[in-house]
């Protein structure tokens, strides 16, 4: 009898799991069919969309496809939105507050999301660095320290007052902001050509290359997205959000290149503490010079005095010196002295991937 009530119940629950096993691909398909649903009626309900208030022509069958090719798109990479939700909150109230002082429309923050993905290292195959991708030669000629040792294009304050001054140049140019960011991606030179070439001064009426036409769009579509995330099923906590790490700046001047790790031990950090807030420092040490720097929020108090001392620490070296002749090699100084080639890279503190320049010092024998 107990045999055939266990045999009854073991029937029932293996008819159950054949039930579920059979109606879980049509439940997958339901969940599809659904959530397509919802991402269909997040484009169809977009009824008006504007760049800097000025409105895009969404009457036209075709203006409207380019903006939902966008907006589907970034919707079906929710991975990356919701980085880009989570960064804004570290990065948006200082370009806002930027873009406020310097009398420029709020949207172009928007720019720096396409560009960069609010990334402070980001670089394009092209060279492009920072937050709003500059090249090089735009960088300096924008205001824009760019060496081998500092590069402000990863400055986040330096750099988005340098946007702010080559956008401004670009609406002067061009007259409206969506000429202004689409010579923003393509440069202005090549803009003037299609615009000379093809007669029309209107973004929307304008033939370009495939990237250009598809950038202002994208900006509108983060914009839409990033203004009201819930409306694309992404809701957001406040705890979900990156806060910025609270710091105060100071001037400092160094007589001779200074560590890094001196800075970080005036300041009572670390390394990478120092490195994170001061993004355009490259490598190890901060170049002979003035700088202001930023340092983490109470380690102001005292920092001058003991940073005096961190100076003092690290004064050069005072030994033999070698003076850099026409063909010389930093392998053929280290042999003609007899001296390990990583020991004089040390000492002198210099990039092996550099060029001598002749007549520069290097020390070849540090003093005892």
Known sequence: MLSSKYGDVMSRIFSILWLILLLWPFSLHAEESNEARIILETVRDIDSADFCGEFVPLNSDEM???LELE?????????????????????FPIISSILKQEGLPDDL????????ALRPHAKSNKGAVGYWQFIQS???KFGLTVTDHIDQRNNIYLSTAAACRYLKFLYEKFGSWSLAAAAYNMGENGLDRIILNQGALNFYRLYLPYETQRYVFRIIAV?????????YGIVMKPEDYYMPVPFERTMIKCNYNIPIKAVADAAGTDYKMIKDLNPEIKGDYIVKGSYEIALPKGALNNF????????????PAKGEYYIVELGDTLYGIAAKFDIPLSALIEWNKIDPKKNLHVNEKLLIKPPH
């Open 109 to 116: 923050k928007y720019i720096s999301v396409i560009e960069s």
């Open 223 to 231: 914009k839409l997205i990033m203004q009201s995330p819930d409306r």
């Open 304 to 315: 001058h005095k003991r940073f005096t001392k961190e100076l003092k620490n690290n004064e």
């Open 64 to 66: 409207r496809e380019r």
């Open 71 to 91: 907006m589907l798109l970034m919707q079906g990479d929710r991975a990356q939105t919701i980085l880009w939700l989570k960064r804004s909150s570290k990065y």
């Open 138 to 140: 735009t960088a300096k």
